[in-house]
């Protein structure tokens, strides 16, 4: 009899032979590992979670503040360091800077034109004719000396003729001023010589005699 027919003695001869001896064991030990697991999670805390007692034994025990009546601000909070909080004020922005006035610009001034002077004024050349004596003037007697200022323009003529002082008739004021438009005057003159207009004053005499 070979070595081979022989039965294993002992504990061998209890397992299984072949390979569902080794699918048997596998599922065991896989078993007995996951019941290992299951007991170890059980009976370990939860990281991060404090028994109850040991949490409420950490809490401060202040009382709680009272509560505020109704209309009443808070009290402000105090620092760590014991001093009371304070308010801090924003700066207040700065001025705006203004403008420097400008310097007004003087406006230009009208300058007058400069009137010139005559060195010597225009006057009456000779052999004009003297005013006519108004018939009714003659015929009443009335008589009167009539003064005109006359103006006289650079060619000798009369131009705009006013009376500044009255005979006391009208006929005679009116005789006067027409006949000074036909007069015809020495113009009047510059410093240099040179023709220029100016004005002249011109008595006016009527006698009934």
């Known amino acids: 009899m070979s070595r081979t027919d022989e039965q294993p003695d002992g504990a061998l001869r209890y397992l299984p032979q072949g390979r569902w001896a080794v699918v048997a064991g596998a599922f065991v030990l896989g078993w007995v590992l996951f019941l290992l697991v299951v007991t170890r999670q059980s009976t370990d805390p939860v990281p991060?979670?404090?028994a109850p007692a040991a949490a409420l034994a950490a809490l401060p025990n202040d009382p709680l503040p009272a509560p505020v009546p109704a209309g009443a601000s808070a009290p402000l909070p105090q620092a760590a360091d014991g001093e009371g909080a304070r308010l801090v004020e924003e700066?207040?922005?700065?001025?705006?800077v203004q403008p420097e006035p400008q310097p007004a610009t003087p406006s230009p001034v009208e300058v007058a034109p400069v009137q010139q002077v005559a060195a010597q004024p225009p006057a009456l050349l000779a052999g004009q004719e003297p005013p006519r004596y108004p018939v009714?003037?003659?015929?009443?007697?009335?008589?009167?000396t009539v003064v005109l200022r006359v103006q006289v323009d650079a060619e000798g003529r009369?131009?705009?003729?006013?009376?500044?002082?009255r005979s006391g008739s009208r006929d005679l004021d009116r005789a006067a001023a027409d006949a000074a438009l036909?007069?015809?005057f020495q113009p009047a003159r510059d410093a240099e010589g040179r023709p220029m207009p100016g004005e002249a004053i011109v008595p006016v005499e009527f006698q009934t005699q």
Do not use: K, T
């Open 48 to 50: 991060g979670e404090a």
């Open 91 to 96: 700066p207040s922005p700065p001025p705006p």
């Open 136 to 144: 009714s003037a003659l015929r009443s007697g009335e008589s009167g």
């Open 158 to 165: 009369a131009g705009d003729v006013e009376i500044i002082e």
């Open 182 to 184: 036909r007069w015809r």
